[in-house]
């Protein structure tokens, strides 16, 4: 094992549903609003990952799966739904057992009283996202004040009060900007006279695609809720927080599509806002790293459980194998290990973290692991064999927004999606996206005939990839029935 002082601190900022498209540093249509200048930050200095990805578009399988280094089927994650077998192993453990100070502080959202952290102090389920609540081996506690700051703050007061000078890795998790995206009060008039670019597929009719792009419960028309989501009318979150847009709304005779719009732009106005709380975050940990001098060893790493939709396909919320929520952000900032401003464009996943910690940290990596390390990639250097293909496999249904199962595998050019099982008609459908023509995803060409050796290919591949990974042909995650 490497000594103390070569083995570099380790800070992973987590956040929850963040998505690529309100990152600055990946473009895009909400670039010019300078959404993120301190995640922006990462990027300029370090390595932007273009092509990374999750297995399994949901929030707590995607946190089983960033401790264990597997996927859905094996840590026994499938869904939402149920507990975690916190007794398996997981890298924090590993990385524990070799010298490293071990802290998780924030969103998990695996119930039970996590191992292998030598400090954590995280939200029960969702959290609040006012006077939050927070479980350590101490308790509950009650925090006064906003979520993104608290969290922040116990992750500076852990690194305050570090052991000396012992390699340290620190979880740093964010609740924002999950649903239902309340900004502390300091950012409410932020994007107050903005109007926020609309997405050319604001009002899909979902015509080019199978029975589960029809069917689901996660349109911003249709499912997002007035009082809960938009804090307007019966049920609102918060009548002084969100007076004025009371007024407004009640002002106007909105319907159809303009209705629509207006719903839009607040969802996305909340959204940037929460975003604005994480963003801060991280740049008051970036500033405390350079003032006391830990920046030059310390390794940053930023990334989301899965992306989210900003009005893509009409839709909020994830689940889908889109590109929109199948994709992740992932920066990461290595003084004199990555170049400044460099891009990466081979597929990563999800899978790939927990042995990407363990390689950094010098320990040992257990063959039971499915991914594989990114340090090559992180150092401009891609190895010969890298992956060419990725597999995906998403489980609730019936559950929460009505996405229907499905499993599929994707190239960097083309994507082959298997929906199955339930509400299925034949009980299995299948789509296929040739993402250099329709980079949205409008259109499946699967069944014409100039793709069908590419289809042929794909689903050949997608069982390789199913034994390669051992996944079982038929499992019963536990379900819960429907809601918006």
């Known amino acids: 094992m490497a000594g103390a002082g070569d083995r570099p601190n380790i800070v992973w900022i987590f ?12 473009g895009g249509r909400l670039e010019p609003l300078d959404p993120t200048p301190n995640i922006d ?15 399994n578009s ?15 089927h094996l840590h026994g994650k499938m869904t939402n739904v149920g507990g975690f077998n916190h007794d398996q192993q997981q890298f924090q453990k590993i990385l524990q057992k070799n010298g490293y100070q071990t802290v998780m502080v924030g969103k998990i959202h695996l119930n039970g009283s996590m191992q292998g952290f030598d400090y954590w102090d ?20 009650k925090e006064s004040g906003y979520v993104s700051d608290v969290i922040t703050d116990k992750a500076i007061d852990w690194l305050e009060h570090k052991r000396g000078d012992e390699p340290f890795m620190l979880m740093v998790h964010h609740k924002a900007p999950h649903r239902n995206w309340t900004p502390a009060d300091r950012h409410m008039e932020k994007y107050a006279d903005v109007h926020i670019p609309e997405p050319a597929n604001l009002f899909d009719d979902y015509s080019g695609r199978t029975t589960a792009a029809h069917e689901q ?28 847009r009371n007024a407004d709304f009640e002002s106007r005779d909105l319907s159809g599509k303009e209705l629509v719009r207006w719903k839009y732009q607040e969802y996305l106005k ?20 350079e003032a006391e001098g830990l920046d030059g060893n310390t390794i940053v790493m930023y990334s989301s459980d899965q992306g989210f939709y900003m009005g893509e396909h009409g839709w909020f919320d994830k689940r889908f194998m889109y590109e929109e929520s199948y994709r992740t952000p992932l920066l990461v900032k290595w003084p004199g290990k990555t170049k400044a401003g460099s891009v990466n464009k081979d597929l990563v996943q999800n899978i790939d973290f927990a042995e990407t910690f363990l390689d950094l ?3 040992p990596i257990p063959e039971d692991m499915q991914g594989e390390s990114l340090v090559p990639l992180i150092k401009g250097k891609t190895p010969d064999d890298w992956r060419k293909t990725l597999y995906y496999h998403y489980y609730e249904y019936p559950g929460a927004h ?16 298997r929906f199955y099982g339930i509400d299925v008609p034949g009980e299995e459908e299948w789509e296929l996206f040739d993402l250099k023509t329709d980079p949205t995803e409008m259109n499946s060409v699967y069944g014409e005939e100039k793709y069908e050796k590419i289809s042929k290919r794909l689903r050949k591949e997608l069982a390789r990839l199913k034994d390669y990974y051992d996944v079982p042909e038929h499992s019963e995650p536990e379900v819960r029935q429907p809601r918006v």
């Open 15 to 26: 956040s929850d549903d963040h998505s690529i498209q309100t990152i600055g540093a990946y």
């Open 41 to 55: 930050r990462l990027a300029k200095d370090g390595m932007r990952f273009d092509r990374a990805y999750v297995g």
């Open 58 to 72: 949901i929030c707590a399988p995607a946190r089983a799966t960033l401790l264990t280094g597997k996927h859905s």
């Open 122 to 141: 995280v939200l029960p389920g969702q959290g609040l996202y006012d006077d939050p609540v927070f479980i350590s081996e101490k308790g509950e506690s």
């Open 217 to 244: 419960a996660m349109e911003v028309d249709r499912h997002m809720r007035m009082g809960g989501d938009l804090k307007v009318g019966e049920g609102r979150h918060d009548p002084v927080q969100f007076a004025a």
């Open 270 to 289: 909340d959204y940037l806002r929460c975003i604005t709380g994480v963003d801060e975050s991280v740049g008051r940990i970036l500033d405390y790293l």
């Open 361 to 363: 940290a010098g320990a």
């Open 402 to 417: 009505s996405v229907r199962r499905h499993e599929g595998v994707s190239d960097k050019r083309y994507k082959l999606i």
